[in-house]
């Protein structure tokens, strides 16, 4: 499957992004899915996840304001982020693997390009 992640840019705190990360192929459904994120000189780490039947995970951090969901019928991810902090700038990727343990950041083995999300304080 190849990735494409869409949606970065500049909001003030408190706002609100939605990324989109769209998918090719035909497998998309059967396919667990992440939404990672780096900040300068930080490890890349797992924010949000989804399973390919039912299932999510959320990073401490993210709990409460960032919502995974997928639209199969268009091989789409998105990441809802809502009451954004300054401490979430990062560089967003999605990621994927053929099976379900989502949850396992070395799981993924399917990735896309990031997109840069900037949170002004």
């Known amino acids: 499957v190849q990735l494409q992640a869409s949606g970065g840019g500049l909001v003030q705190a408190g706002g609100s992004l939605r990324l989109s990360c769209a998918a090719s192929g035909r497998s998309f459904r059967s396919y667990a899915m992440g939404w990672f994120r780096q900040a300068p000189g930080k490890e890349r780490e797992l924010v949000a996840a989804?399973?390919?039947?039912?299932?999510?995970y959320y990073a401490d951090s993210v709990k409460g304001r960032f919502t995974i969901f997928r639209d199969n019928a268009k091989n789409t991810l998105y990441l809802q982020m809502n009451s954004l902090k300054p401490e979430d700038t990062a560089v967003y990727y999605c990621a994927g693997q053929y099976g379900d343990y989502y949850t396992r950041p070395n799981s993924y083995n399917y990735w896309g390009q990031g997109t840069l999300v900037t949170v002004s304080s």
């Open positions: 989804i399973a390919s039947g039912f299932g999510t």
